[in-house]
């Protein structure tokens, strides 16, 4: 096979596999049935305007199940997982045999992480990052671009809801407009935030 033909080939092939997942960040989650800790089945819709879902593909042993539960109650968010046994399920395994998603209280996929089943202070530190962007986009940045990122600013710029979906967390941050005052510490649109800040609110931003 020519080189030229095994890209075409690649290309129709990563159309029919897309990467990984059915569930995509900015839409909402499918009404799945799912398992808790405690095995019981579960519609993730009962989570609704209650917690923040953590969807693994697969339960972790119990031991680091309950670590990892422990730390989430301190979150607002708990751990479901995909049992194998209805079609719906059968089909999210086969697309993605290993996967952690976060679902956030509004059911809304807010992160997807192709691969990789997170547990523990892992787990904690991936919703974390999330919540705390969460918390410096709402006192920070939503008066101007309404808490959900919906707000239209300027006539010629889209809002920030989906930005996610068109731009790459790198290109994001070229566009917050970052000034450098020291080591510790940046400016955007005249406040200061530390560094940290300003890397959780891109992991938000992304999520929106
Ligand atoms: C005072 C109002 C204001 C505040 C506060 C503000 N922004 Fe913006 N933001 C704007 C305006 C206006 C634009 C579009 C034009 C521009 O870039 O200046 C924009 C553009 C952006 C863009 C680029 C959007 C695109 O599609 O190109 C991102 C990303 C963004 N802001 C994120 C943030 C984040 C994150 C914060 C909080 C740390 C924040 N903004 C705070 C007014 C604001």
Known sequence: MRFRDWWIWFAAAACVWPPVWAMKPGEAAPDLALRDRSGTEV???AYRQKKHV???TQAPAAAVLDDTCRRLAALDAVVLFLAGDTEANRKFLEGAPSATALIDS?????????GLVLTGPDLAGFVGRWQSGKAVFKAAC???HGEEGD????EDVKPLEG???RLTPVQIRERLRIGEVNDREVLI???IFNRQEVEEVIVYV???
């Open 43 to 45: 519609r993730l819709s």
């Open 54 to 56: 953590l969807l693994l």
């Open 106 to 114: 509004g059911g809304v996929v807010r992160r997807v992480l192709p």
């Open 142 to 144: 939503a008066r101007c």
């Open 151 to 154: 707000l239209h600013i300027c």
């Open 163 to 165: 930005i996610g979906k």
């Open 189 to 191: 649109r005249g406040q």
């Open 206 to 208: 992304a999520s929106l």
